[in-house]
């Protein structure tokens, strides 16, 4: 078996214990709402089209893995919910692992970006299609700049399997797949040409259909719907809420840090043998959109913005690491975890420690309410 297949393997089979054991530890306020969506569709009741409800996200990645855990195996609507939580989130961030294990085999990126992926604080504060959305994004980017630093030309089945990551985490959060898939579209364009790109966009329109059951029988409502939901956002008759600047500065910290770094390499000539320049302009072009689509709407929350929070924290660590351990060095990194050099711990070990101290001023009740029983709620 391969390394990359190793990897894969262990942080899947890792990824779902961890994820459904703080699943059942934590919130579940957000989740029961999720779990009855799961009800209410195989039950054909007609509260599953409420838009002030689950519906209209679309996130109906969830609602099709609950409904088969339900359905055949009979697991409860609550469990069928966090195992489909469980098995999409660790299977998203195995596979951002393994392609950072691809991209840089030399490097321990790969194993901070685990740690982030299944660690990171914003996930034990968002909805469930939310937690989902995060590595689904990551994915789509990481897939996207896999393609772009292949010297050997590469089969359309690849750039199709891009397209089916995006039309996933459309047919799980529209209003995120929207702007990530469109600019992961555009360089793909610009990169590989006009046949790639319908590639691309052929695999994104066939995942959103095969996952979102509402546009097998009622298509033209539904995308209505979907419009409706997003355009709530904006309705003067809804109670506005806010995000507050030091809320908004604290969730932004590391992601400034990491934005500001991958500048500063930019501007001295040094991001290009990091990561592809055009990957970052992409992503500082969808946060910029995102951050002024978010701050413009009256509902306004922090945790729409953590699919990108997440995103700049995961590069900070291969900023970090390439700047002070750069993989170029053949004597710094090794090809196994028992032979990280210490200039490699210690970056690591600070990232984990700013990591935690954020966690804490960023939820201050977090750990206790993580800790304080890992048990499944009924």
Same mark, same amino acid.
């Given at each position: 078996?391969?390394?990359?297949?190793?990897?894969?393997?262990?942080?899947?089979?890792?990824?779902?214990?961890?994820?459904?054991?703080?699943?059942?530890?934590?919130?579940?306020?957000?989740?029961?709402?999720?779990?009855?969506?799961?009800?209410?569709?195989?039950?054909?009741?007609?509260?599953?089209?409420?838009?002030?409800?689950?519906?209209?996200?679309?996130?109906?990645?969830?609602?099709?893995?609950?409904?088969?855990?339900?359905?055949?195996?009979?697991?409860?609507?609550?469990?069928?919910?966090?195992?489909?939580?469980?098995?999409?989130?660790?299977?998203?961030?195995?596979?951002?692992?393994?392609?950072?294990? +691809?991209?840089?085999?030399? +490097?321990?990126?790969?194993?901070?970006?685990?740690?982030?992926?299944?660690?990171?604080?914003?996930?034990?504060?968002?909805?469930?299609?939310?937690?989902?959305?995060?590595?689904?994004?990551?994915?789509?980017?990481?897939?996207?700049?896999?393609?772009?630093?292949?010297?050997?030309?590469?089969?359309?089945?690849?750039?199709?399997?891009?397209?089916?990551?995006?039309?996933?985490?459309?047919?799980?959060?529209?209003?995120?797949?929207?702007?990530?898939?469109?600019?992961?579209?555009?360089?793909?364009?610009?990169?590989?040409?006009?046949?790639?790109?319908?590639?691309?966009?052929?695999?994104?329109?066939?995942?959103?259909?095969?996952?979102?059951?509402?546009?097998?029988?009622?298509?033209?409502?539904?995308?209505?719907?979907?419009?409706?939901?997003?355009?709530?956002?904006?309705?003067?008759?809804?109670?506005?809420?806010?995000?507050?600047?030091?809320?908004?500065?604290?969730?932004?910290?590391?992601?400034?840090?990491?934005?500001?770094?991958?500048?500063?390499?930019?501007?001295?000539?040094?991001?290009?043998?990091?990561?592809?320049?055009?990957?970052?302009?992409?992503?500082?072009?969808?946060?910029?959109?995102?951050?002024?689509?978010?701050?413009?709407?009256?509902?306004?929350?922090?945790?729409?913005?953590?699919?990108?929070?997440?995103?700049?924290?995961?590069?900070?660590?291969?900023?970090?690491?390439?700047?002070?351990?750069?993989?170029?060095?053949?004597?710094?990194? +090794?090809?196994?975890?028992?032979?990280?050099?210490?200039?490699?711990?210690?970056?690591?070990?600070?990232?984990?420690?700013?990591?935690?101290?954020?966690?804490?001023?960023?939820?201050?009740?977090?750990?206790?309410?993580?800790?304080?029983?890992?048990?499944?709620?009924?």
């Amino acid at each position: 078996m391969t390394r990359e297949k190793r990897v894969f393997l262990s942080l899947f089979l890792y990824g779902v214990v961890f994820q459904f054991a703080t699943r059942g530890a934590g919130d579940l306020s957000d989740t029961w709402i999720w779990a009855e969506q799961i009800q209410f569709f195989l039950e054909r009741d007609p509260r599953v089209f409420d838009l002030f409800g689950a519906y209209g996200h679309p996130g109906t990645t969830l609602i099709e893995l609950g409904s088969l855990f339900h359905g055949f195996f009979g697991v409860s609507y609550i469990h069928a919910t966090m195992l489909s939580m469980s098995i999409l989130i660790a299977g998203a961030t195995a596979a951002c692992a393994t392609i950072c294990l +691809s991209l840089f085999p030399r +490097s321990i990126w790969w194993l901070t970006t685990a740690f982030i992926l299944l660690l990171d604080r914003p996930y034990f504060g968002v909805t469930p299609t939310t937690a989902i959305v995060i590595p689904l994004t990551t994915l789509s980017i990481l897939t996207m700049w896999w393609l772009w630093v292949q010297r050997l030309p590469q089969p359309p089945w690849r750039y199709f399997l891009l397209g089916a990551i995006i039309g996933l985490t459309a047919a799980t959060r529209l209003d995120t797949a929207l702007p990530v898939g469109s600019v992961m579209i555009a360089i793909i364009w610009y990169r590989f040409g006009l046949s790639k790109m319908l590639a691309v966009l052929a695999g994104a329109v066939i995942a959103i259909f095969v996952f979102d059951p509402f546009l097998w029988f009622m298509p033209i409502r539904h995308l209505a719907d979907l419009i409706r939901k997003f355009t709530l956002h904006y309705d003067t008759k809804i109670i506005p809420t806010g995000i507050e600047s030091a809320e908004l500065i604290r969730g932004l910290a590391l992601s400034a840090l990491s934005s500001g770094w991958s500048l500063v390499l930019l501007v001295r000539r040094r991001l290009s043998r990091i990561v592809p320049i055009p990957v970052i302009i992409g992503c500082f072009i969808i946060s910029v959109f995102t951050l002024a689509v978010v701050l413009s709407s009256s509902t306004q929350s922090l945790r729409y913005l953590a699919p990108l929070i997440v995103l700049w924290e995961i590069f900070l660590p291969l900023l970090v690491l390439e700047t002070f351990v750069p993989t170029t060095d053949p004597d710094r990194q +090794s090809n196994g975890l028992s032979g990280i050099q210490i200039p490699s711990k210690t970056v690591i070990g600070l990232l984990i420690l700013m990591q935690v101290l954020t966690s804490l001023v960023f939820r201050p009740h977090l750990i206790s309410r993580i800790f304080s029983g890992m048990i499944f709620r009924q």
